[in-house]
């Protein structure tokens, strides 16, 4: 039975892909060498085609790594030669600022709004922070961190870097790039394709603070440098063997949701999640996580569940549904139900018809 995947990544692949797979091997696209043409071409597409969806300002730059915990690493590393500052609201918040723990930086965290009323101005960030760490999305609660609060820290912090995390929450997102130095997100989740690859945008103005950090003697990494990347860039290379059949794919989900048109993609998942939310607040086995409406995340769902949550999950796998489980302790009482691109209203129908028996 084919199944369908409600994970939070990896989760459902984009309809299209196992089209652009069946047509890779035919091309066969995983013996192309990444020092050729072919790949040089894929690089420049897929950094053009990424900016068109997300409305990307020209002079950003975009880098492939290993995974997005890797973009936290080395976000760190090549713009933080001291302090940085975190808003901590989940597992992956928490995940940035220890990794900047392990790298000997000094950590200072705040924990992110959570309910109405919240004044972003209040927060103080000392002058010594250099870089902001946001979580956009915090996949292991289900809570956002509104996009009008980024734009504030932009205007009252003007000399600092935000880096946010946009991991689970893009291509949905519509953050105003030119409000924000860096960004990062993996394949597997809102993009529909296989783990293993994550998508790191940087403004000019975080490569210049790279660029004076190497230039101090700091330790910015070795081949996955900013250093490193923007020189392999120059000429659309990259420093070590890439996962060139990823970078490809990418390239063809993009076009493919290029002319399906953003705002599509985004008005449909608005669309999911207000049905999603209307069926989990009136289910009396069910309970969102957040309840405050505004810090809710309409791509991945959180849910408390009266009943036990392995249960739910394994009598909907008996029916090809599978639900994400609970973020680490949270296992047997959540579920976690992403709403990617991938995901249609029939697939959520045929879920809520599922859980509804359950
Ligand atoms: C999944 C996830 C990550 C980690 O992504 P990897 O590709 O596993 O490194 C980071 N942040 C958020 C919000 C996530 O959901």
Do not use: C
């Amino acid at each position: 039975m084919k199944k369908i995947f409600f994970t939070v990544g990896p989760s459902q692949v984009y309809p299209t892909l196992e089209k652009h797979v069946r047509q890779a091997l035919i091309d066969q696209v995983p013996s192309l060498s990444h020092r050729g043409n072919e790949f040089r071409r894929m690089y420049q597409r897929a950094e053009n085609a990424v900016k068109e969806l997300l409305s990307i300002p020209d002079g950003y730059v975009v880098f492939f790594l290993g995974s997005s915990i890797e973009a936290m690493e080395r976000i760190i590393q090549n713009t933080v030669e001291r302090t940085s500052f975190h808003f901590v609201d989940g597992a992956f918040s928490q995940k940035a600022a220890s990794i900047a723990e392990d790298l000997k930086k000094e950590v200072l965290r705040t924990p992110a709004p959570e309910k109405e009323p919240f004044f972003i101005e209040k927060v103080t960030i000392p002058k010594r922070a250099e870089t902001i760490f946001i979580t956009e999305n915090d996949t292991s609660t289900g809570l956002i961190f509104p996009h009008e609060y980024i734009y504030t820290l932009h205007d009252l912090y003007p000399e600092k870097l935000i880096a946010v995390d946009l991991v689970s929450s893009a291509p949905y997102s519509s953050l105003d790039f030119s409000k924000i130095d860096m960004a990062f997100f993996s394949g597997q989740k809102g993009f529909g394709l296989p783990a293993g690859m994550s998508i790191v945008v940087v403004s000019p103005r975080a490569v210049e603070k790279a660029k004076n950090l190497k230039s101090k003697k700091g330790d910015v990494g070795s081949y996955h440098s900013f250093h490193s990347l923007l020189t392999q860039r120059e000429t659309w290379q990259t420093p070590e063997t890439p996962n060139v059949l990823a970078i490809h794919l990418f390239d063809k989900v993009l076009e493919d949701m290029n002319e399906k048109g953003i705002l599509s993609i985004r008005s449909d998942i608005d669309k999911k999640a207000k049905r999603l939310y209307e069926f989990f607040d009136n289910h009396p086995d069910f309970e969102p996580n957040i309840t405050d409406t505004s810090f809710r995340s309409p791509s991945t769902l959180v849910i408390k569940t009266k009943k036990d949550a392995r249960i739910i999950r394994e009598s909907n796998l008996r029916k090809g549904i599978v639900i994400g489980e609970g973020y680490g302790t949270q296992r047997d009482t959540q579920i976690r139900v992403a709403n990617f691109p991938s995901h249609t209203m029939r697939h959520v129908e045929k879920l809520l018809e599922s859980l509804g028996k359950s």
